[in-house]
């Protein structure tokens, strides 16, 4: 998606040898002009694959899912990271390991949301081991919904997490994919749309 490419050269910033910031216009301060875009590129590539529900984590998968979503005109699930008082149904969970984080927590969606029915496509912001990706597809597949794919908004195919995803079957769509960083600059790959 060039208009993501551009802003991603323009605005954002490499930190040490794998991170990008994007935070003026993803992750932190959100442009909404840039989100209908992205909304509008996934949204045309499913727009025949029958997708009944949109499912991602939060905090900052929820931004783009929720465009995705309105294009598609469906509901727009976020598997959450801790449990709060009002979650009192049966839930769906999965351990999900972070890498930048260190550290495991449980993402959990209320089972009442997914059925055998539903046909997912799952967003989100970064794609960069997968383990948030493959959390989330445990749970879909856990409630016995059909998954269509991921999309991912920036894809940081050095790192695992494209492939693992892949080795389950589950296509995955990236919008911009970085090859790597070289001296503060970053090297993009092609994108799949
Ligand atoms: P993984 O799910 O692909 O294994 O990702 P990883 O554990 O490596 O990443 C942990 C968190 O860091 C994720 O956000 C992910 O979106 C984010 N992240 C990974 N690489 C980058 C990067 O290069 N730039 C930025 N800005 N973020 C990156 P999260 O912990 O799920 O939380 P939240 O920030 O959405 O709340
Ligand atoms: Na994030
Ligand atoms: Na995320």
Redesign the pocket.
């Known amino acids: 998606m060039e208009a993501l490419v551009s802003r991603i050269k323009r605005d954002g910033t490499v930190l040490g040898d794998?991170?990008?910031?994007?935070d003026s216009f993803l992750?932190h301060q959100v442009d909404p002009k840039l989100m209908r875009q992205i909304g509008q590129t996934f949204a045309q590539k499913f727009a025949d694959s029958g997708i009944t529900k949109v499912v991602t984590?939060?905090?900052?998968?929820n931004v783009p899912a929720a465009y995705v979503a309105e294009e598609l005109d469906v509901p727009m699930i976020f598997a959450k990271k801790a449990k709060n008082v009002t979650m009192n149904d049966e839930l769906l969970t999965a351990e999900v390991y972070?890498?930048?984080?260190k550290i495991t927590s449980t993402v959990q969606i209320s089972r009442k949301f997914l059925s055998e029915n539903d046909k997912v496509l799952i967003i989100?912001?970064?794609?960069?081991?997968?383990?948030?990706?493959l959390g989330l597809i445990n749970i879909l597949k856990e409630a016995g919904a059909q998954i269509a794919g991921v999309g991912i908004v920036i894809e940081?195919s050095f790192q695992t997490?494209r492939a693992l995803v892949e080795e389950t079957g589950i296509p995955v769509v990236s919008l911009a994919r970085i090859a790597g960083f070289d001296q503060g600059q970053v090297i993009f790959a092609e994108a799949d749309l």
Do not use: P, R, W, Y
């Open positions: 794998d991170i990008l910031k994007v992750t984590i939060e905090a900052s998968g972070s890498f930048t984080k989100d912001d970064f794609l960069a081991n997968g383990q948030a990706a940081k997490g």
